[in-house]
T-cell receptor, first 111, second 114 residues
Framework: KQEVTQIPAALSVPEGENLVLNCSFT??????LQWFRQDPGKGLTSLLL?????REQTSGRLNASLDKSSGRSTLYIAASQPGDSATYLC??????????FGSGTQLTVLP | KAGVTQTPRYLIKTRGQQVTLSCSPI?????VSWYQQTPGQGLQFLFE???????NKGNFPGRFSGRQFSNSRSEMNVSTLELGDSALYLC?????????????FGDGTRLSIL
């Protein structure tokens, strides 16, 4: 059974700092890995999708990497801003077209 | 382009009742998935529909069911509600469910069971 773990569970940083969020998964037979953010009381917003054959994806200040063989992904956020405060979730897509989610990292960026 | 729309946003029910939640996907999206989010279990996959057919189902009891209409709108039904069914129910859509397509989520329906 696929398990997805995110460390740390919570992170607080001052504005402007670069930071890395970690995600690990137990089964490398994934189709893709996606990073989402969730604001309180809201649904999920897709940030980045990395296909299983890819190593990284970039969007603006966000960069996500994928190492399938070691079962790890990182989300790098450059020059963090208070508006980046949210819960960040990673999820892997399995053959059954279902996403398996980690429990998330709650990020707080202090002004 | 309008996003994924879920109605209602909030629902309060009592144990033993049944409930129907609705999801309208992004126009042109034919794959619709449902997820349950609770503080204890996190996000868990319920089922996925494509062209009115359920393609995949998660590990939930038969009280949880769904369907998809010809216009790709989907409904989820929960019968004989239990306290543990209190959760945020999220719907996601994509064009075909292919692995190169990100899932677009709605804001969810928050269901509270009294």
């Amino acid at each position: 059974k696929q398990e997805v773990t995110q460390i740390p569970a919570a992170l607080s940083v001052p504005e402007g700092e670069n930071l890395v969020l970690n995600c690990s998964f137990t089964d490398s037979a994934i189709y893709n890995l996606q990073w989402f953010r969730q604001d309180p009381g809201k649904g999920l917003t897709s940030l980045l999708l990395i296909q299983s054959s890819q190593r990284e994806q970039t969007s603006g200040r966000l960069n996500a990497s994928l190492d399938k063989s070691s079962g790890r992904s990182t989300l790098y956020i450059a020059a963090s801003q208070p508006g980046d405060s949210a819960t960040y979730l990673c999820a892997v897509l399995l053959a059954a077209r279902q996403l398996t989610f980690g429990s998330g990292t709650q990020l707080t960026v202090l002004p | 382009k309008a996003g994924v729309t879920q109605t209602p946003r909030y629902l309060i029910k009592t144990r033993g009742q049944q409930v129907t939640l609705s999801c309208s996907p992004i126009s042109g999206h034919r794959s619709v998935s449902w997820y349950q989010q609770t503080p204890g279990q996190g996000l868990q996959f319920l089922f996925e529909y494509f062209s009115e057919t359920q393609r995949n189902k998660g590990n939930f009891p038969g009280r949880f069911s769904g369907r998809q209409f010809s216009n790709s709108r989907s409904e989820m039904n929960v019968s004989t509600l239990e306290l543990g069914d209190s959760a945020l129910y999220l719907c996601a859509s994509s064009p075909t469910g292919s692995s190169n397509q990100p899932q677009h989520f709605g804001d969810g329906t928050r269901l509270s069971i009294l």
